[in-house]
């Protein structure tokens, strides 16, 4: 199982129609993030299906975890790494009888209480946010901030991954590193981009300058 950490790519066909879910799932990989994320809450079964296949042709045999949203039947079909779930998805723990010990279930959580229950049941890691202010998710709420992701991140054991999402640019990024965030998830960052898969590795590189982020 990889790791999660550094930068963590989610697909979003709508911030900017040029680029579709495949083309930012291949710029994630090519620029190195080390999870893409497939989310895509208006799609057909059918569609996302179609997508998955293609995205886990891509990520196969990559450093790259590819991670469904909600959709535990599609994680499945394609045998993706994993799957993400908020709360009006299927618990974590059903999520985990459907889909084994042997994949990763990550949870949305928005403060501290939320992400000591997801770790009790048995999620692989949490999602907190939204950090900044975003488009990408309007029933996000207003944004927590950084100090919010210092208390999740306080909140949990010390080698348990925590992403934070919403809203996070380059310039904004450090921060969230350095208040204790794994993983920084990206949308419009990398979806606006002229050159989404040159903006990842911007972002991994950053990583690495603020975290000192290791390659294995």
Known sequence: ????????????????????????????????????????????????????????ELTWRTDTLFIVNDRVDIALAVDADGVHVGDDDLPVPLARRLLGAGKIIGRSVANPQ??????????????????????????????????????????LPPEYPLVAIGGITLQTAPAVWEAGADAV??????????????????????WRRVRGGATE
Do not use: C
Request: hydrophobic share 50%; net charge positive.
């Open 114 to 155: 939320e992400a000591k229950q997801a770790v009790a049941e048995g999620a692989d890691y949490v999602s907190v946010g939204a950090v900044f202010r975003t488009s990408t998710k309007p029933d996000a709420g207003a944004p927590i901030g950084v100090e919010m992701v210092k208390q999740v991140r306080q909140a």
């Open 1 to 56: 199982m990889g790791r999660i950490w550094g930068v963590y790519v989610v697909t979003d066909r709508f911030v900017n129609p040029r680029w579709s879910h495949i083309d930012l799932a291949r710029a994630a990989v090519k620029g190195g993030a080390a999870v893409v994320q497939l989310r895509d809450k208006t799609a057909t079964t059918r569609q996302l299906l179609e997508w998955a296949q293609t995205i886990r």
């Open 185 to 206: 998830a990206v949308v419009s960052a990398v979806a606006n981009a002229e050159d989404p898969a040159d903006i990842v590795r911007q972002f991994v590189a950053l």
